[in-house]
């Protein structure tokens, strides 16, 4: 157990000054670096996210003599919600304007005036009955702007939604531990033992990387019928370590990666949005391709 020791003269004023009465003198211990827990680490990203969120609400820029309002009612809930609806962590803020003119000129302004960096991705309009609207989804590295446009008779409602998504962070303690210097491939047509260590260093980055699946979310998954990519990481001697049944596509909430650390079952990973899969890149550093086989 490791000692720590005083020089004599450090230890007389240090009785001194507490049978003086004065403030104590600073302990004498290990630095240890605090690591934020999960849920604050969560919270902060959220934060972040909502402020992402505002300002690209603030972006948005609305017809000539509109003006905020609250939130309408009583529109059978077209202006509830509009574009798609990202399935993971995401913050959500909306604004209301009305503007007395007619939807037609409205819209026109609206698909004139998107926002920079912002690529149009659905456009669709109601006909049957009114209220007819529009709903315009614009998305950008995990940020979206839904903007939904309802004609009335004498004025247009519009609705504008900014949506930014966020990762739930993965707990220090869910990784693939530190000894591990090999690192075994299985999938249904090819078997590939990785031993190079820059190699093995950059499947564990990429792994590591992941984020856990977003947790609370529950949605109706189909059935797969694929045979997973099974890693195995290895230390010493062979033994394993840890190991990881991957998905042969995108790895997502119905589809995750499996991950077990001395057998312990880990909370289940994914593939961050708008990245390729870790089965592909898998497969662009082996070389070898790691097909889909119905089981």
């Given at each position: 157990?490791?000692r720590?020791s005083?020089?004599a ?5 240090v009785l001194i000054?507490c049978g003086?009465g004065?403030?104590?003198?600073p302990q ?10 999960v849920r604050?680490?969560a919270?902060?990203?959220e934060?972040?996210a ?7 609400l603030?972006?948005f ?5 509109a003006?905020r309002?609250?939130e309408p ?12 609806q990202?399935?993971?962590?995401l ?9 007395r ?9 609206l698909?004139?005036?998107r926002?920079?960096?912002l690529?149009?991705?659905v456009?669709?309009?109601g006909?049957?009955?009114?209220p ?7 998305r ?12 009335l008779?004498?004025?247009t409602i ?10 739930y962070?993965?707990s220090?303690?869910?990784k693939v531990?530190?000894?591990?210097t090999?690192i075994?491939?299985?999938?249904p047509?090819a078997s590939?033992d990785?031993?190079n260590?820059?190699k093995?260093?950059r499947i564990i ?6 984020p856990?699946?977003?947790?609370g979310i529950?949605v109706s998954?189909?059935?797969v ?5 099974m890693?195995s ?5 062979g033994?394993q ?8 596509a995108?790895?997502?909430i119905?589809?995750s990666i ?10 289940p990973?994914i593939d961050?949005v ?5 089965a592909?890149?898998?497969q662009?550093?082996?070389g070898?391709?790691?097909v889909?086989?119905?089981?």
């Amino acid at each position: 157990m490791k000692r720590w020791s005083l020089p004599a003269s450090a230890l007389v004023l240090v009785l001194i000054a507490c049978g003086a009465g004065t403030k104590s003198a600073p302990q004498v211990t290990a630095a240890k670096a605090r690591v934020p827990s999960v849920r604050v680490t969560a919270a902060r990203r959220e934060r972040a996210a909502l402020r992402e969120a505002k300002k690209l609400l603030q972006e948005f820029v609305a017809p000539r003599g509109a003006r905020r309002i609250q939130e309408p009612r009583n529109y059978a809930g077209v202006l509830r919600q509009s574009g798609p609806q990202p399935i993971g962590e995401l913050v959500d803020v909306h604004r209301f304007w009305s503007v007395r003119k007619p939807l037609k000129p409205v819209i026109a302004f609206l698909r004139a005036h998107r926002l920079r960096g912002l690529k149009q991705s659905v456009a669709s309009s109601g006909s049957q009955q009114p209220p007819h609207y529009i709903v315009m989804s614009s998305r950008a590295g995990g940020r979206y702007l839904n903007v939904t446009s309802v004609g009335l008779p004498r004025r247009t409602i519009i609705r504008v939604e900014a949506q930014v998504e966020w990762v739930y962070p993965r707990s220090p303690g869910e990784k693939v531990p530190a000894a591990t210097t090999e690192i075994d491939v299985r999938a249904p047509r090819a078997s590939v033992d990785v031993t190079n260590p820059a190699k093995v260093a950059r499947i564990i980055r990429w792994f590591d990387a992941l984020p856990i699946s977003p947790p609370g979310i529950a949605v109706s998954c189909p059935a797969v019928g694929y045979v997973d990519i099974m890693l195995s990481f290895r230390g010493a001697g062979g033994a394993q370590l840890a190991h990881a049944d991957v998905p042969p596509a995108f790895a997502w909430i119905c589809d995750s990666i499996s991950f077990t650390i001395g057998g312990t079952q880990q909370k289940p990973l994914i593939d961050r949005v708008h990245r390729p899969s870790f089965a592909r890149r898998l497969q662009r550093l082996l070389g070898v391709r790691l097909v889909r086989t119905h089981r």
